[in-house]
């Protein structure tokens, strides 16, 4: 679907910056093509399981790190033992240009080295509760990448999960940056709009959702 109106970018909050129509079709194209290949192996994409014995609506697989709740290793023993695909280059350098867009902090931009990123597929029925990234050791910013159906994105508060939050919707293309005061912000995907993804970018249902982060751990 084509954006007649032009969505400007907003801060939502501090440190937390909206960019709609960041991702070119051409650019989504290739991060759809690459995400197929990740989904497939050398860790399969899968419902992660919750320790509570829940398992998630939302299917995720990961590169550079292994995230499971709630911690990130190298090799994902919770599937199958494989060491994850390797955090490449390119993804890096989109990463600090996200970062740029976002906050216009040159040195910030180029000290950015995200390790790992959560690649997220939700079917239209899928949802993410409220959470917080916490898992990393680091409070460089989480840049998120959306391809695909456009989503509810709920905002909150630092504090707890519930009220006050502000509703955005995500849509393809769209970037997202949380970092500085809201890096430890709530946040979640309560609801997709089913069909509302341009197949263009090769996806032609449901919704991709990249967050690109930097683990602070070293082997
Ligand atoms: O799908 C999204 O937009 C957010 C994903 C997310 O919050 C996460 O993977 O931790
Ligand atoms: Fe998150």
Known sequence: MTAL???????????????PGWLTLERQREL???????ATGPVPIRHTRLPRGGVMSVQTVCIGWHWQPYKYTRNADDVNGERVAAFPDWMVQLG?????????????AADYTPDT?????????????MHQDKDERSSAPVVSLSIGDTCVFRVGNTE????????????????????????YVYHGVPKVYEG????????????????????????
Not at 7 to 16: D, K, N, S, T, V
Not at 96 to 108: E, F, H, N, S, V
């Open 5 to 19: 109106i032009p969505r400007p970018a907003m801060e939502i909050a501090p440190g937390a910056v909206h960019l």
């Open 32 to 38: 759809v093509t690459a995400c197929r290949a990740w």
């Open 96 to 108: 600090r240009r996200a970062l740029l867009d976002a906050y216009g902090d040159a040195q910030g």
């Open 117 to 129: 990123a959560l690649i997220n597929f939700y079917d239209g029925q899928a949802k993410l509760g």
């Open 160 to 183: 707890t999960r519930t009220k006050p939050y502000t509703d955005i919707e995500l849509a393809s293309g769209d970037l997202f940056v949380f970092g500085g005061p809201s890096r």
């Open 196 to 219: 509302t993804a341009d197949p263009d970018t090769g996806l032609a249902s449901g919704r991709l959702n990249i967050t690109m982060r930097v683990t602070g751990l070293t082997d």
